[in-house]
């Protein structure tokens, strides 16, 4: 089965009833937990960004406590975890704010992480990797948002 252009799933929406969309949504829910996840964010945190960056925060202090430090292997493991879920909520909210505000925190905490990642080169290629996309994002923000965060970047890479 092939799937239809964004486009024509938009016009069958529009002859749907209120009804028979709330069932397709909630039917789409069932099937992935990400379909689910994101209709929580669009539901009930979307209304409020600086609950949910708070939210996702949490998410990533717990994941950095669960990280096993018995050797690199495993923290760049879980490291790369962590990532991969704040990517996945950063694309929720689709926010550039939420963006640069969840990668400065994440690179944070692995910048204080202990074990040092300065021992690991991966690790180290992982921080400068989200460093240049911060950048990037950070480029498309309001001028007084970018100096805000160039400071706290400039703080981050010392």
Avoid: G
């Avoid at 994941?63 to 923290?75: A, D, R, V």
Wanted: with cysteine.
């Amino acid at each position: 089965m092939k799937a239809v252009s964004l486009k024509e799933l938009k016009q069958e929406l529009s002859t749907l009833s209120s009804k028979e969309v709330q069932e397709l949504c909630l039917r789409l829910s069932r099937f992935k937990k990400e379909n689910k996840e994101l209709l929580t964010y669009l539901l009930f945190e979307s209304s409020n960004e600086t609950s949910y960056i708070e939210s996702v925060k949490h998410y990533i202090d717990e994941q950095f406590e669960l990280i096993n430090t018995k050797s690199y292997f495993y923290i760049r493991k879980s490291v790369r975890k962590i990532l991969t879920n704040t990517k996945k909520y950063i694309r929720y909210s689709q926010q550039k704010e939420t963006e640069v505000e969840l990668l400065l925190y994440f690179c944070r905490k692995l910048k204080d992480f202990k074990p040092t990642i300065k021992k690991s080169p991966r690790l180290l290629n992982t921080f400068n990797r989200q460093i240049l996309l911060i950048k990037k994002a950070v480029a498309t923000l309001h001028e007084d948002l970018q100096y805000d965060y160039n400071l706290e970047l400039e703080e981050l890479e010392d």
